[in-house]
């Protein structure tokens, strides 16, 4: 069968099994009172249906199937199952807020799982600073806390509307033209089928006004799986990326690039809260994303903006790439625009926010920066007509 003729059946099939099962997943959700409710910290004002993830996961699942019949990696099921587990245990959480403890330590068993079934962990540099294979005692440790620190990394970003979905297209994307560009179809063929799954929640969640649900713990548990999964494809000294390195690809650079912004305000988020003699899983509003909607940005708006600047440290990685520079610089440079895009850019806006000149009720306002970014962000604000109106109804078109 075609090459290309298989990559485009596997994401048809993952996409219509995800619209197909949406629906239903909606229903059960409202029929069973699985819903997330407002709160101080959540942003949104009436309780929501939470259970997008299974509806994304279905149409993995098939297509993970249909991947497994054509290319005969049967070790895939492996990742399958490690997503359906942590698909289990975030819609648990969903529905009785499982302690944070008892996640935590699932999600170690599940990253000691994978490595140990699979093979794959994080155990090569690929000639990073003159390092390939890393000792075990170095690359165990090191996979187990980079393992739980993606799916931790992922599953926070599941703020508002459109985020998660979004940065899982853009992410599986990235990831699939990597592991093709290698020869590794079936990772990149599990990457196209968990990017089409996300584009049917993605349209409801952003546009469907009765038919509107969030992702939830189980679906950006499940996404962060996987996103473990190719970063140890990637990394691991067996890894099909491994001649990439003769062509000067900087794949720590890269993978590191791919989840700059989740990662990146992850540890901002958590070592801030360390500082404030709090739990670094104590649930605030502190994010990236709680920022831009301060600024007034929509929630579609929040989304753009983010993954704008996350493609945008791909693009610049890449483009250190294709002007030479080493695999050491690509990653300095990477982490530079991470660090600059969450903690820098984050603390800088902060105090913008509070840093002008007081009104007459002796109340400080924002600075001329700050005014700025509000402006930029009310006009991503749009009311519910035309265009708009027009996806809401395609959105909730047949739902009673």
Not at 272 to 293: C, E, M, N, W, Y
């Amino acid at each position: 069968m075609n090459d290309a003729l298989i990559v485009l059946i596997t994401g048809a099939m993952a996409f219509v099994v995800s619209l197909v099962a949406f629906p239903q997943a909606l229903r059960f959700a409202i029929t069973h009172g699985i819903v997330d409710n407002p709160n101080a910290r959540k942003l949104q004002r009436v309780p929501v249906p939470v259970m997008g993830g299974i509806a994304v996961y279905a149409g993995v699942l098939l297509a993970a199937c249909f991947i497994c019949g054509v290319t005969k990696e049967w070790e895939l099921g492996i990742n399958v199952v490690a997503m359906t587990i942590m698909l289990v245990i975030g819609m648990w959480d969903d529905i009785k807020n499982l302690p944070a403890i008892f996640r935590f330590i699932v999600e170690i068993a599940l990253i000691w799982g994978l490595m140990a079934l699979t093979g794959n962990y994080i155990d090569s540099l690929h000639g990073l600073w003159g390092v390939y294979e890393l000792d075990v005692f170095i690359a165990l440790p090191l996979s187990l806390i980079g393992g739980v620190g993606i799916i931790n990394a992922v599953n926070l970003i599941d703020g508002v509307d459109g985020y998660s979905s979004s940065y899982g297209i853009l992410a599986n994307t990235l990831f699939a033209i990597l592991f093709f560009s290698v020869g590794d179809v079936a990772l990149g063929l599990l990457a196209v089928a968990c990017a089409c799954a996300c584009v049917p929640f993605f349209f409801h969640n952003v546009f469907g006004k009765k038919t509107k649900m969030f992702f939830g713990d189980g679906g950006t548990l499940m996404l962060g799986t996987l996103m473990a999964v190719f970063v140890f494809a990637a990394l691991s000294h067996e890894s099909l990326c491994n001649p990439l390195k003769e062509k000067g690809v900087g794949i720590v650079a890269f993978v590191l690039a791919v989840l700059a912004i989740p990662v990146f305000d992850t540890l901002r988020v958590m070592s801030a809260r360390i500082v404030r003699g709090k739990s670094p899983f104590h649930p605030d509003k502190t994010h990236l994303h709680h920022l831009f909607i301060e600024m007034k940005f929509s929630h579609l708006g929040t989304s753009f903006a983010i993954l704008m600047i996350q493609l945008s440290i791909v693009l610049i990685w890449l483009a250190s790439w294709l002007l030479g520079a080493s695999a050491e610089i690509q990653l300095y440079i990477v982490l530079v625009l991470g660090i600059g895009t969450t903690f820098v850019f984050y603390k800088f806006m902060k105090v913008q926010q509070s840093g002008g000149p007081k009104d007459k009720d002796g109340i400080t306002q924002g600075t001329k920066v700050w005014e700025l970014m509000c402006k930029v962000g009310r006009n991503t604000r749009y009311g519910r007509d035309g265009l708009w109106l027009f996806l809401e109804r395609l959105a909730d078109w047949r739902w009673k």
